[in-house]
């Protein structure tokens, strides 16, 4: 019986005569390799220093000054007087210290109602939209249109709509409708704090609605249909197999909202015109006042980097919760 035997590298064929010899691939080494990395994050860095990094840091350092209108022109001639702004805007005795506090239980009840109301709005009208029937499209363009308005063109169209004697609503409310006797003030007094809340669920809710739809594409139908056969209804499934695979989404949704809405700047400033009702004086315009209305930038400093570490300690604790209980139930 004859056998063959193979050398070990018979399967390796001979160049020919004149060909080339090819050696591995080798990766391209030098300076120019090495430095793309960089060049590609350049322009993000910059941008992020520049935006945010640069002014934060200044931001501190303003708020270890005395400066006000008289050293404004100049920094350098602005005395250094250290924490004291802290201690007088945080001082709860003082008028300074009441009138921030009650700007912060202001913000801090508008913040919870719009993030509450804007994520009911949406996981409604997510859910409602999931299944396919006509019109669908339509209806998911016109949810989406608050969202993609320009914040100031939306803002003081709402502002028209919540005049006393020209506006809409009270147009629809008490000469239509006849519901009032009298025509309210929506934009002062108490109505301020609720005018200002329809307006920021209205331009709220509508991302809220986009992030858990997007959500939903990924829950599988498999699991409906599995409740469905064991007899779970509605509720039973939203509870059971919605709210559950939507929780990856609604931790950050969130946050997200609740940062968004408690540093909101451009809505009670376009409605109000810069000069929130007492009932309605959100943290962001109570520190815009005290900077730009009084010239005291010091203490205007002191209270945004101190709104800055609560939003700090807040997204922590948030997110140390959350990944405690995700871990709990895994």
Known sequence: ???????????????????????????????????????????AVVLELAIHVIPMVVG???????????????WSTAPFIGLEN??????????????????FWITLAYSLLSVGFAWLLGISAAVV??????GRAILRALFLTPYALPVYAAVITWSFLLQRDTGLVNHVLVDQLGLMDERPFWLIGDNSFWSLLVVSVWRNWPFAFLCLMAGLQNVPGELYEAA????????????????????????????????????????????????????????????????????????????SVALLLFLLVVSAAYLLITNRRRDDHA
């Open 1 to 43: 019986m004859a056998t063959s035997t193979t050398a070990p590298d018979a399967d390796r064929r001979e160049p020919r005569a004149g060909s080339p010899v090819r050696g591995p691939a080798r990766r391209p080494r030098g300076p120019r390799r090495s430095l793309l990395p960089y060049l590609l994050l350049a322009p």
């Open 60 to 74: 501190v350092w303003m708020s270890l000054l005395e400066l006000t209108q008289f050293h404004i022109r100049d």
């Open 86 to 103: 802290y201690r007088a805007t945080l001082d709860l005795n003082s008028a300074a210290g009441k009138e921030l506090l009650h700007s």
């Open 129 to 134: 939209l999931q299944r396919p029937f006509r």
């Open 228 to 303: 469905a056969i064991d007899g779970a209804g509605f509720w039973r499934r939203l509870r059971s197999v919605t709210l559950p695979m939507l929780r990856p989404v609604n931790l950050v949704l969130l946050l997200v909202l609740f940062l968004w809405t408690f540093n909101d700047f451009n809505t009670p400033f376009v409605l109000f015109g810069g000069s929130a009702p007492e009932q309605a004086d959100l943290i962001s315009i109570h520190i815009y006042r005290s900077s730009f209305k009084t010239w005291d930038f010091g203490s205007g400093s002191a209270m």
